[in-house]
């Protein structure tokens, strides 16, 4: 009997420190829909899928949070000084994992199942260029390609040899191709058609196959993740559980 009291207990202790801490994370600045909605540190409303899943994820476990925005390239340096718990969103990189814990199964390897969402990336170009891509190789380009600052595709582009020129956001790049300023884009593919709806671009041609198609995350900070291992899979379990259906309720919000 003095056993099991003591296990209650210990597990009382135990779920109760689990949710005795607000989780600081952090998302990048820039306007990239649906996922994150609007540019500069302030939050929008409605603030983006990957905002709706999150809150709901933590409400689901009874988790308090508090959400800010910062630069790209500011996300990591403030996870890897302990500033922030968690980012998102953010595919697997292996320099990520110097500041950073990724939902992994037993095995080591990520957990789709828990992912935020996952991303189609495709090259797009003005219709009036040239430009070919059959899965190996861009042919016929006559300027940089444009990307997303930060976006983890940079490394796909160097491995290719594509020359490119960095952008703050989406909306951008749609924009300078739209207009013939660059010769293309590459950049997560559902973005890129809600701009091209948005700002009624007539000029943009979608390349197939896909660039990549990349799983993006909920990340927390080593440090963080250690100190709270049940309250950080509890998160990820939940944002797997609940992805799905706050997509589909949430969706029509950022069609237009």
């Known amino acids: 009997m003095t ?23 952090c998302y990048p600045d820039n306007d990239a829909p649906p996922w994150q909605i609007g540019n500069g540190e302030n939050i929008f409303h409605p603030p983006g899928l990957s905002i709706d899943i999150i809150t709901a994820a933590a409400k689901k476990i009874k988790a308090d949070i508090n959400i800010i925005r910062v ?49 189609d990336y495709h090259f797009y170009k003005n219709k009036k260029s040239k430009l070919t891509w059959d899965g190996k190789t861009l042919s016929n380009l006559n300027s940089e390609i444009g990307v997303n600052r930060g976006y983890a595709v940079i490394d796909i582009l160097k491995k290719l040899s594509i020359p490119y020129e960095e952008s703050k956001g989406s909306e951008i790049l749609v924009k300078k191709v739209d207009s013939g300023r660059l010769d293309g ?9 809600l701009f091209i709806r948005k700002l009624k671009a ?16 909920l990340v927390f900070g080593k440090s963080f993740y250690e100190k709270n291992k049940i309250l950080c899979e509890k998160f990820w379990d939940s944002i797997g559980n609940l992805r799905d259906l706050v997509i589909k309720k949430n969706i029509v919000k950022y069609a237009n």
Do not use: W
């Open 185 to 193: 884009l590459v950049s997560q593919s559902m973005t890129v058609d």
């Open 3 to 25: 056993c099991r009291i003591f296990s209650t207990l210990l597990m009382s202790f135990i779920f109760f420190n689990t949710y005795a801490v607000t989780i600081k994370l």
């Open 71 to 119: 630069p790209t390239n500011r996300v990591f340096q403030l996870l890897a000084k302990g500033e922030v718990d968690g980012v998102f969103i953010f595919s697997f990189l292996p320099e990520r994992q110097e500041s950073g814990v990724y939902p992994l199964l037993k095995n080591g390897e990520l957990n789709h199942k828990n992912r935020v969402a996952s991303l």
């Open 202 to 217: 007539k000029n943009l041609i979608k390349l197939s196959p896909p660039v990549i198609s990349k799983d993006y995350f």
